[in-house]
C-alpha cells in the first residue's frame, strides 16, 4: 500500500472517529427530543433528519459547498469572523458528515427512546430522581443497545462517503482525500490493483461492523429470553 493511501485511511479513520462523537452529541438531544414531543412540527423535524437518506449525495454536497463557500451565508459570516473557512477543509468534511450520517444515528437512538417507554422514568421519579439524572442512570443505560447499533452505523456510513465529501472537500492529499476518492482516483489510473486494496479493506471493515451489531443485537435478544 502506498504511502498516499496510508495517509488516506488515516484521515478517513480520523473522520469517521471524529464525525460519530459529534453525531452521538447531537444526535442524543434531538433523538431523544423526537422520541418524546407531542409537537406538531415533529413531523417536519423528521422529515428533515431523514432527508440525507433519499436525497443524493451530490446534490446534499452541492448545497453544503454553497452554504459553506466564501460567498455563501456561512462561509461569508466565518469570513466576516475572521474564521477559517470550511469549504475544501477537513472541517468541512467533518460537517458535510455530520450532516449527511444525522439519519442513521438518530434514528436507532429514537428507536430505543420509544421502545423504553414511561415505566422506568415514572419509577425514578417516584424515588426521587430528577431529569438529568434519570436519563443518565435510567435512559442511557436501557438504551445502550441502540447506542451501539447508532456508534457502528454512524461510523461504517462515514467511512464509504464519497458524494459529500468530494463536493466539499475536493480531492486535497493529506487534507481532503478520503479512501473512496483516492479508490476513484485509482480506478481512473486504471490502478486497479492498488484500487482493490482499498475497497477490499472497506469492504472487510464495513462486513466486520455490521456482523458486530447483529451479534450483539442476538446476543441481547437471548439474554432477554432467559
Same mark, same amino acid.
Given at each position: ?27 442524543? /438531544? ?7 414531543? +407531542?409537537?406538531?412540527? +415533529?413531523?417536519?423535524? $423528521?422529515?428533515?433528519?431523514? @432527508? ?20 455563501? /451565508? ?28 444525522? /439519519?442513521?444515528?438518530?434514528? /436507532? @437512538? ?11 422514568? $415514572?419509577?425514578?421519579?417516584? &424515588? ?16 445502550? *443497545?441502540?447506542? &451501539? ?25 493529506? $487534507? ?11 480506478? $481512473? ?20 461492523? *455490521? @456482523? ?15
Amino acid at each position: 500500500m502506498q504511502q498516499a493511501d496510508l495517509t488516506a485511511l488515516s484521515l478517513t479513520l480520523q473522520l469517521a472517529g471524529l464525525s460519530t462523537v459529534l453525531l452521538l452529541l447531537l444526535g442524543t /438531544p434531538l433523538a431523544w427530543w423526537l422520541a418524546r414531543t +407531542r409537537s406538531r412540527v +415533529r413531523p417536519l423535524v $423528521e422529515a428533515l433528519v431523514a @432527508l440525507p437518506l433519499v436525497l443524493p449525495p451530490t446534490v446534499l454536497g452541492f448545497y453544503l459547498l454553497i452554504l459553506l463557500s466564501p460567498n455563501g /451565508p456561512v462561509g461569508a459570516t466565518l469570513q466576516a469572523l475572521g474564521l477559517p473557512g470550511l469549504a475544501f477543509s477537513f472541517s468541512g468534511l467533518v460537517t458535510g458528515s455530520v450532516i449527511y450520517s444525522l /439519519p442513521f444515528v438518530v434514528q /436507532p @437512538l429514537q428507536n430505543a427512546f420509544v421502545s423504553l417507554g414511561n415505566r422506568p422514568l $415514572e419509577v425514578a421519579a417516584t &424515588l426521587g430522581a430528577g431529569p438529568l439524572s434519570r436519563f443518565l442512570h435510567v435512559v442511557l443505560p436501557l438504551s445502550r *443497545l441502540g447506542y &451501539l447499533s447508532a456508534a457502528v452505523l454512524g461510523f461504517a456510513h462515514t467511512l464509504g462517503e464519497f458524494g459529500v465529501v468530494l463536493m466539499i472537500g475536493g480531492n486535497i492529499p493529506g $487534507e481532503t482525500q478520503v479512501v473512496s476518492i483516492a479508490i476513484y482516483e485509482h480506478v $481512473e489510473a486504471l490502478a486497479y490493483s492498488q484500487a482493490h486494496v482499498l475497497a477490499g479493506l472497506l469492504l472487510g471493515v464495513s462486513f466486520v461492523v *455490521l @456482523l458486530a451489531v447483529n451479534l450483539a443485537n442476538r446476543r441481547a435478544r437471548l439474554t432477554g429470553l432467559l
